[in-house]
C-alpha cells in the first residue's frame, strides 16, 4: 500500500492487526497515579561500561579521579560503541567487577563513582540551533550524549539514525504493552513537549514520510498529552493502539500499524520504518538543547511487596537496593526475595540487588507471592496448541519446545527458533506450566556458542593444516641444503685451499649461494611475505609509537619499564653487533665502528635499524595491499612519520638493501612464525599493543639469530664475544635463565625420584 | 497363476528400475567421508585418540576404526559421529563421559626460558615467541590440547579453564530446577 | 541471602491443564444426564468402572514409569478418557469391555506411546475401535430409549445387568433390547442402515417406531446437550470453533448435496447431524488437543477430514456410527497436515509484495 494510502488509512483510525498475543492482567494503576518524582543519590553508583548492544569503550578515568556530572568515562572509535557518562559529580572509587544488571547475575566492567552530593555539571554544550549544523554533528552530538534505545534492547541511537535508506514513516513507541510498567505513560503526559521537540530532531535528521506516535489506548492521557503537544504538525499522527500483549514489540507495532513484516533477518528500514522509544526522544532532546547525556531515566518501581510504587527519575547507576529502600519494599509478601528487572513478561530475574540500573531498565518489578505467584512444576506438553495460537510471530511453540528439550537443535532451527521474540506470550498461556521461552533461550545460546566453535575449530583445522605443510617444506629444505652443502664440500676437497683467504671467500660464495637460492624460493611463497609483512608491520608500528614520543625519549620511555628496557637494549646491543658483522663479511665500508660494544652507539645504531623497518614496513605495506587478511591499520602507523623514516632510511640505504634481501630468508628460517603474527595484526588494538610487542620481540631476536648466524657461515666463532658482551641487564637475564634451569633440574630429579 | 507371476515380476522389475533411477537421479553429491568425518571433530588436534591429530583419526574412521576415541568431543561428538556413519552410538572409549570444562593454556611469562620447546609442541601455532624470549598463548587460538605443557622444562605453561561470560552464558540459572512430571 | 531466579514470562495466564480437563468434563455433564435419562442407569455404572480402571491403570504405570504419579493423576486426562470411552459404549455392555478399553485406552494408546502429550491416537476412540472389532455382538447392543422398551430397568437391574448379563428379575439383555412387541431395537443409525440394504426407502425406514419427527428418538436430544456442552467450551476458550466447526460443516454440506440428489436413499443433513455421537465427537472427541492438528489452518482441515470420513462411512461403510473411526484415519493424518499447513512465520514473506 501506498504511503499516503496508508498515512490516510491511520488517520481515519483504522489499523492493521498482529496474530496471537495475550491479555493479561494490567496493574498499571499501581504506579501511574503519582508524578515522576526524584530520589535521594545513593551513597554508590555503579556505572556499567556496557550498557547496550554493541562493544564498550575504553575507561577515561582513573580510580581515585574527580569527576563532574555528566563527564564522559569511556570513549571509543569504534562505531557501535556508546559512551557512558558520570551520573553525578563525586570521586571515582573503583573500577572493576561489579554484579551487571544481566540475567545472568556475571559481574561485568563496572565504574564506581562516589557522590560528593554537589551535583556539579561538566560544561555542557548544547546546540539550539542544530537545524543549521550539518546533520553528521547532530548524530554525533547524540552519539555523545551516549543515547541507546531506551525500550528495549538498547540499539546504539545514533547508528539507528544514520540510515541511508528512505524513510517512510519515523514511529514513535509509546505502546507500553507490558504489565505493570508505566514509565513512558508518565513521562509522555508530563513532557509532551520535550517528547515533541525529540521527534522534531529526529525528523529533521531522517526526514520521513510521515510520524506514528503509537500509544496503546490504555493510556488515554497520555494520548490526549501527545495530540496537544503535535497538533500544529499535520504529519504528526497519533495513533492509539489496541490493548494486547505484545503489540509493543518493534515487529508487532510495524504488523499492527503497516501491515508490512520486517523481512528476517532485516532491520525495520528494510520496509521503510525507523523506530524510536518515546524516552529516547526525549533524551535526544536532552541532548540537543540542553547538551545533558544521558545520564539519569524514569524507572517505574512497581509491585504488590512496594508501598511507595510509582515513577522516579533515577541516575544510571543507582543499586537496586537503594530504590527498593526508597520505594519501600516490604520483605514478609515475598518468602524469597524475587526483584524484577523489566516487565512481568520479558523482563529477568536479579541475582541481588547490588545490580545497579542501566540504560534499558524501564521497571523495577517486585511482586508479591500472592499476586505472582511462581509457576508449579511443568508438566508434558498436552499440544493444546494454546501456545501457538498465542504466538505474534507465527511459530510453533511447541515444536520448538519439543525439539529445544531434546536437544534437536538443527530441527529447532528448522521450526524457525531464532524468529522467536521471546515475547513469553506462549509461556503465558501454556496450560502445563512448560517454561517454553526459557528452552528456546538455552537452545539459542547452545546454537550460538556451537557456532562459534565450529568456526574456532575450522580455525584450528587450518592452523594445523598449515603448520604441517610447513614442517614438511622445511624437512624438505633442510635435505636440499644438506645435500648442498656436501657436494660444496666435496668440491672443496678436490682443490685444498690452505690459504686463509681463500677460505673467507669461499665461505663468502657459499652466503652469496644460500642467499641467491632462497631468494627465488620465497617470492612466490605469498604467504610467508606476509608473515614478514606482518612481523614488520607489527615492529614497525610499536617503533612509530615510540618514535612519536621523540626518538631520545625512547629510552626514558623504556626506562619506566625495566624489563623491557633490559631486553631492548640487549636487543639493540645484538643489532650493533650483527650489523658490525656484517659490514666486514660484506665488506662493504661503513662508517660504523667495527667492534660496537658500548650502549651510545648501540642506541645510535638501534635508531638506525628503525628507519630500516620503517622503510621495510612502508615497502611491506605496499606488498601486503593485495593481501586479504591484511590489516590497514598498523601499515598507517607505519607511515605516519614517513619523512622522518625517508631521511633516516637514506641513510641506512646500503644496510636495508642488504637487510631487505637477507629478510627473504629470514621469514623463510623462522620456524615459529607462519600465520599466526599475520593474525596477530588484526586483532583489536588492547590486544595487539601487547602482541605487537611480543611480535617485535620475536622479530628481533630473529634477527640477533641471523647474526649469529651470519658469524658462524664465516667460520669466524663469535660465541664467545657474545658472551662477552652481556653486562649487568644481560647478566640479570642469564640468571633468571640459569634459576629456571635450576628449576627443571629439579623437576627433572623429582621426576627420576618418583619410583615409577 | 502364470500371469499373475509374470506380472509380479514385472512389477517387480518396474520398481526396480525406478528405484535405480530415483537412486542416480536424486544422488546427494556430498564432501568425501572424510572431509564430513573430520568436519565433525573438534579439531583440538591433541592425539588422545591415537592418532597425531583430527584428519588422521578421520581417515581412520573412514577406514573403519571406532568412532568414540575423541576425548575432547565427548558425547556429541560421538553422537553427530554415529548419525553420519549409520552405526550406533557408544559410550566414550575408556570411561569418563563428563565433557571436561573447556581450557586454553596460559603461559606464566616471568618464569618462561624462551626454549621454544613449546611452539615445536602446539599443533595450531598457538603460541609466539623466539629463542630465549618470553613465549605467549595466543588465547583465542589455543585448542587447550595439552600438548605444550609436558615439554616445558620449567613447567611454567597452565592450563586455565575458560571462563563463562556474559558472551558465552548459556543461560542455565541454577537456582530454578526445572522437573519433569508427567 | 539467595534471590529467587526465574526465566520470563514471570506471570502467567491461571489456567492449567487439570482446570482445562475438568471443564471439559463438566460440559460434557448435560449430555451425560441427557444420555441417563434416555438410556437408563446403566451409563452412571460405565462411568464409575471406566474412571476407576483409568486411575488405577495410569497410577500403576505411571509408578512403573518412576514417574511422579500423585500430580500426573491429578490432570485428570485420564479420567477424561475414561469417561468419554463409558458414554460411547452401550450403556448395558458387560463390565469386562468397558475394563478392558479403558485399560487398553490408557496403557497400550496413551502410556506405552509415552504418557500423555505423545499418544498418536485418541485414547478414547483407539480404545473403541478395539472393542468394536474384537466384540462387535456386545458393542452394537445399545439397549433403545427406555420409553420403548418392555422392562424398566433400575440402577440396581442396570448393575445387574453390567455384571452378570440378567437384571435383578433376571432378564437378559437381549430381552432388554427388544420392544413391548418383542421386537429387537436397534440404534436409528443401524435401523436405517439395515432398512437401506433391505431396499427400503429412508422416508420408510423412518416410519420405525424409534423414529419420532425424522429423527431418532432420545439421540436427538442427547445431541443438543452435547451441543450446547460445546458450545459452552467454545466459548470459555477451552477449545477453539475450528475443529468442531469444520466437522459439522462438513457433515452437513457433504449430506445436504447427497439428500438434493436423492432424498429417499440419502438422510438429511440435520438426521446426520443429530444422530449418533456427531455431537460428542465432534465438541469432546475430535477437539482432544494431543491427537488433533495445532494451527488453525490444519485444524480446520482436520475437522473436515472427519466430517468427511464420517459421512462416507455412515453412508458407505459395513459400521453404523463412524466418528470412531473417522477421528482415528485423521489421527494418523496429523502429522502431515502439521507439517503441511505451518503458518507462515512473521517475515519469511515470500510470495507477498
Ligand atoms: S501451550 Fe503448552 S501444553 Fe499447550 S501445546 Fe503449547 S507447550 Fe504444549
Ligand atoms: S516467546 Fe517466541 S515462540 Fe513464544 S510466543 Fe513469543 S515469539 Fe512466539
Ligand atoms: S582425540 Fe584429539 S586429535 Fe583425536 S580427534 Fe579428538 S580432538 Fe582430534
Ligand atoms: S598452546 Fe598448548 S594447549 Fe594450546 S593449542 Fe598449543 S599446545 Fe595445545
Ligand atoms: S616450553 Fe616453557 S620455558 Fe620453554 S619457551 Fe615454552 S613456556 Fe617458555
Redesign the interface.
Known sequence: MSMESLFNRLKAGRLFSFPGGVKPPERKALSNQTAIAALPLPDKLFVSLKQHIGVEGKVQVKEGDKVLKGQVLTASPNPFAVPVHAPTSGTVTRIGLHAAAHPSGLPEQTIEITPDGLGQWTTLSPIPNYAQLPKMKIIEAICNAGISGMGGAGFPTHLKISSKKDVEFLIINGVECEPYITADDRLMREHAWQIRQGIDILVHLLNPGAVLIAIEENKPEAIDAMRVACKDQSRYLVCPIPTRYPAGGEKQLIQNLLDREVPRKGLPIDVGVIMQNVGTCYAIADAIFSGKPLIERVVTLTGESLQAPGNYWVPLGTPVYHLLNQAKYVSSLQQKKRIIMGGPMMGFTLHTDLAPVVKTSNCVLVPSDQAMPLPPDEQSCIRCAACADACPASLLPQQLYWHAKANELERAQDFNLFDCIECGACAYVCPSDIPLVHYYRRAKADIRIQEQEKQKSDKARQRFEARNARLEREAEERKAKHAEAAERRRQAMQQPADNPQDKIAAALARVQAKKQAAQPDAVPEANEDKVAAAIARAKAKREAQQAQTGEPAKASALADDPKKAQVASAIARAKAKREAQQAQTTETVESASPAASDDAEAAKKARVAAAVARAKAKRDAEKADDAPESDAQPAENAQIDDADAAKKARVAAAVAKAKAKRDAEKADDAPESDAQPAENAQIDDVDAAKKARVAAALAKAKAKRDAEKAASTTETNHQPDDITQVDDAEAAKRARVKAAVARAKAKKAQQQDDPS | MITALIILALLALGFGLLLGYAALRFKVEGDPLVEQI?AL?????CGQCGYP???PYAEAIANGDEINKCPPGGEATIKNLADLMGVEAKPLHGGSTEPEVKKVAFIRE?????C?KC??AC????????????H?V?T??C?GCDLCVEPC????IDMVPIK???T?????????A????? | MTFKVASSPHQHAMRNTAGLMRLVIYCAVPGIVVQGYFFGWGILVQLILAVLTALVSEGVFLALRKRNFERALGDYSAVLTAILLAISIPPLAPWWIVVLGTFFAIVIVKQLYGGLGNNLFNPAMAAYVMLLISFPVQMTAWAPVQALTQFSVNLADAASVVFTGFTTDGYSLGQLQTNIDGVTLATPLDQVRTDLTLGLTYHESLQNEIFNHGMGIGWAWVNLAYLLGGLVLIKTRAINWHIPGAMLGTLAAIAAVMYATDASIYASPAFHLFSGAAMLGAFFIATDPVSAATSNKGRLVYGAGIGLWVYLIRTFGGYPDAVAFAVLIMNMAVPLIDYYLKPRVYGHWSKRR
Open positions: 573430520d571433530l573438534p579439531q583440538t588436534q591429530g583430527c584428519r616471568d618464569e618462561c626460558i624462551g621454544t611452539i615445536q599443533p595450531v601455532d598457538a603460541i609466539v615467541g623466539a629463542t630465549r624470549q618470553m605467549t595466543i583465542s587460538e585448542t622444562p620449567v613447567d611454567c563463562t561470560g556474559i558465552n552464558w548459556r543461560w542455565d540459572l541454577n537456582p530454578i526445572i522437573k519433569q512430571v508427567d
